[in-house]
């Protein structure tokens, strides 16, 4: 029963995964605003929220099935580690990451209605999510878990103060909102590329090349929009007032 459903689960993962791996790009590299990236803006965010949604019964079939579910595997802790605990974590940041980048757009002009329960839940969650993925990987000596962890608490540290501030930057909902997006396309490449690389490449599994190349170049599409839009918050604020 349980092989069966995660079968059904990985099936549509793909399916889902693969829609926000490459609807992603069009926001990223179109005009900044335009309809088009509005658009394709909210086919990724969504595509994100049902792919992390769809992994989480994933990562839960693994944790109690382990060897059932990854029959080419004999280890079953380490198939619990990295498929069900790391998979888990990884989920629950892509849907907290894509919902907190709608969030940030949808709220620009009402920054006090980011500070939900929902929105707070989220970071919560992640962070425990994140700090077992550590400890999990401390417990299996796999260094890579505990630094991808990192990125999680991290993440849910830097949102959770940017929810409960009471009056943001200008154009800080702008930064959040890409951060939270990008952020949720690193997450899924890196789940696509580390998982890929376990069943596909079994040789390459745990090589940090592997793990780190959706972070390193999803962190530079980040420095290069934050660089641009903190240059417009410069503008805007160094234009004389008026009387």
Wanted: hydrophobic share 55%; aromatic share 10%; glycine share 8%.
């Amino acid at each position: 029963m349980v092989t069966h459903l995660f079968e059904v689960l990985i099936a549509l993962h793909i399916v889902s995964g693969s829609v926000g791996l490459i609807s992603m790009w069009v926001p990223v590299v179109g005009r900044k605003g335009s309809v088009t990236h509005k658009r394709w803006g909210k086919v990724f965010a969504w595509s994100m929220l049902i792919t992390g949604s769809i992994a989480i019964g994933i990562s839960l079939c693994t944790l109690h099935s382990p060897l059932e579910t990854h029959p080419f595997w004999d280890d079953a802790a380490l198939v619990r580690g990295v498929f069900g605990w790391m998979m888990l974590y990884l989920a629950i940041m892509t849907i907290m990451l894509a919902w907190y980048g709608l969030l940030c757009i949808r709220n620009k002009r009402a920054h006090a209605r980011n500070l939900n329960a929902v929105n707070l839940v989220l970071q919560f969650l992640t962070f425990v999510a994140a700090a077992n993925c550590m400890v999990q990987g401390y417990w299996l000596g796999q260094p890579l878990m505990m630094g991808i962890a990192v990125v999680g608490l991290t993440a849910a540290v830097l949102n959770t103060r940017f929810i409960l501030q009471r009056e943001p930057p200008v154009n800080e909902w702008l930064i959040q909102h890409t951060r939270g997006l990008v952020g949720a396309g690193i997450s899924v490449y890196t789940a696509f590329l580390a998982f890929g690389a376990v069943n596909l490449l079994p040789a390459y599994a745990f090589n940090p090349v592997v793990w780190a190349t959706p972070t390193v170049l999803g962190v530079g599409v980040l420095l290069y929009h934050q660089a641009k839009i903190t240059r417009a918050r410069r503008r805007l604020t160094a234009r004389p007032v008026s009387t």
